[in-house]
């Protein structure tokens, strides 16, 4: 994925959340993470 592209699916996907859309978990899947791991990395 060229830079650009991922900036601007990052910049939508931050809409999509902020208007309550998608979660968080949708999200990071998207972004090849775990939400799982995530949360514990994060310490909640």
């Not at 592209?5 to 309550?20: M, S, V």
């Amino acid at each position: 994925m060229a830079p650009g592209d991922r900036l601007k699916e990052t910049q939508a996907d931050q809409i999509l959340l902020r208007n309550g859309v998608m979660s968080t978990d949708t999200m990071a899947t998207r972004h090849d993470l775990d939400p799982e791991k995530e949360r514990q990395l994060m310490g909640r």
